[in-house]
């Protein structure tokens, strides 16, 4: 019997895109290459072959959903799972292919939420996601992992989303809700995720290409010559909400002023050093050889002088890398595929799906 490993990231659903709308919250267009994907290693595999599907986060974009025609900063298990609905009915290919996938024995899906679908640790995002997409018995063969940002696999391979590598984003898995004055229980976000709501999702209905070009601090430079004003009044909400949000939130005015060097260095300066963050990981990492992220949408390959082996998956959306070492556009249908030899020695590759070849496709927006 053989076992093949899929790993996946950074799809972004939205709540899809429909004739005649423009929705510039949606960032997912590729929903038939994704069943070809998944159709594709379901026929090699056969009855006898094992395929695991490993979702690492942020496979969907619930901080761009919308309840009630805004974007809550107070997320109940119920909010939660309304934005997965809007994304699983926007997508109703990329659900049926998941659920045909789902319908061999020998298929298992594990989910682990990013910093864009942390409500997936709502037991109703769960059960609605199992109800859909693996109903009855194969809802048994999915997994969600929540008490931690890590899957650990027993060949010395661990696979995080990514999110807790950066300061912004990171959550306290033994706290991730508070419960608010009146007793309601609600999802205790990370500054970097009300930054998105309050601060990038408006940017983003502005121009939607905002958060799909890397990295954002050299293109606010170049954008200063060509869309100044924009530029100016994102850079003018990003620091009033880190002084009302970080600044002034901190319990005294001595821990203030002791904490702004530490803080501007984490979280202001820090911006963009993701691949270097998660290299420092791996490298302290005792038993591990292999750590495969996302996150960042920068696919990448990396063996370290250790041996150590860094992957980073990437995204499904259309990117703008301004980066010099990686100019251009850095993305692609990327995933990371684990093979077993027959003594369970495994083979890890960064893939790139091509699918089959088609004479045109259809162009989701104008940008």
Not at 17 to 22: A, C, D, I, W
Not at 72 to 93: F, S, V
Not at 210 to 229: E, G, H, K, N, Y
Not at 339 to 354: A, I, Q, S
Request: glycine residues 8%; aromatic residues 10%; contains cysteine.
């Amino acid at each position: 019997m053989t076992l093949t490993r899929l790993v996946v990231s950074d799809l972004h659903l939205g709540t899809g895109s429909r004739p005649g709308e423009s929705n510039v919250f949606e960032d997912f267009h590729h929903d038939d290459a994704f069943a070809e994907l998944l159709a594709h290693y379901d026929d090699a595999a056969g009855a006898d072959g094992e395929v695991e599907l490993i979702m690492n986060g942020d496979i969907f974009d619930l901080l761009k959903v919308k309840i009630g025609g805004v974007w809550p900063t107070e997320i109940t298990d119920g909010m939660a799972t309304d934005k997965l609905r809007q994304c699983l009915d926007g997508h109703p290919r990329f659900v049926h292919a998941l659920k045909g996938f789902m319908a061999k024995d020998r298929r298992r899906l594990v989910f682990l939420p990013g910093n864009h679908d942390l409500e997936m640790w709502f037991p109703g995002p769960q059960e609605l996601f199992k109800r859909m997409v693996a109903p009855g018995s194969a809802g048994e063969r999915v997994h969600f992992v929540t008490s931690s940002d890590t899957y650990y696999l027993p060949e010395g391979i661990q696979i995080r989303h990514g999110h807790q590598l950066e300061h912004i984003h990171r959550v306290d898995y033994d706290r991730m809700t508070r419960k608010k004055r009146d007793g309601t229980e609600i999802l205790d976000l990370p500054w970097g995720s009300l930054w998105i709501l309050e601060v990038m999702n408006p940017a983003k209905a502005l121009r939607s290409h905002v958060d799909r070009i890397q990295p954002l601090s050299r293109f606010l430079v170049a954008a200063l010559l060509f869309d100044t004003m924009f530029v100016l009044r994102f850079l003018y909400h990003s620091g009033l909400y880190w002084f009302r949000r970080r600044l002034f939130n901190l319990a005294a005015w001595r821990d203030r002023l002791r904490n702004v060097p530490e803080m501007l260095r984490q979280e202001i300066f820090a911006l963009g050093g993701f691949d270097e963050a998660a290299v420092r990981a791996l490298k302290k990492m005792r038993g591990v050889n292999t750590l495969i992220v996302g996150h960042s949408h920068g696919p990448r390959f990396r063996q370290l002088p250790n041996g150590k082996l860094l992957i980073n998956t990437g995204t499904w959306m259309k990117m703008i890398n301004l980066d010099i070492r990686h100019l251009g556009q850095d993305s692609g249908l990327t995933y990371c595929r684990i093979d077993y030899d027959d003594d369970g020695r495994p083979t890890v590759n960064l893939m790139r799906w091509l699918g089959t070849r088609r004479p045109y496709e259809v162009i989701p927006y104008a940008d």
